[in-house]
């Protein structure tokens, strides 16, 4: 299993800067790839970037490209999410996740088998 937990989340102004931290261990399952969601009205979860592990190949959504960043520490086994020029659209609660799969893209909340509890986001006008 995959175990992850998230934190970082906090409370910040529009156009402030925010990183969230998410620690991650594998026991017996190697994850492809690591990722950042985060949750929509009505409960679903929304892709936010994603990290291929193989590859170190970074994979944003149209609405965090060029203003997010995700990134990780091999060492400490720690996935980030740098999020800059934030609005208060980006208030959620984000989590991190685990894709065990070599197939697909790893850009849809299905392909993800293991979660992290989520840290709130909340960005203020």
């Known amino acids: 299993q995959v175990q992850l937990v998230e934190s970082g989340g906090g409370l910040v102004q529009a156009g402030g800067s925010l990183r969230l931290s998410c620690a991650y261990f594998?026991?017996?399952?190697?994850?492809?790839?690591l990722g950042w969601f985060r949750e929509l009205p009505g409960g679903q979860r929304e892709f936010v970037a994603a990290?291929?592990?193989?590859?170190?190949?970074?994979i944003y959504s149209d609405s965090v490209k060029d203003r997010f960043t995700i990134s990780r520490d091999n060492a400490d086994n720690t996935l980030y999410l740098q999020m800059d020029r934030l609005k208060p659209d980006d208030t959620s609660v984000y989590y991190c996740?685990?894709?065990?799969?070599?197939?697909?893209?790893?850009?849809?909340?299905?392909?993800?088998?293991?979660w992290g509890q989520g840290t709130q986001v909340t960005v203020s006008s």
């Open positions: 990290l291929k592990l193989r590859t170190s190949r970074p």
């Open positions: 594998t026991r017996t399952e190697s994850a492809y790839a």
């Open positions: 996740a685990a894709d065990l799969s070599p197939q697909g893209d790893s850009s849809t909340s299905s392909e993800y088998v293991y």
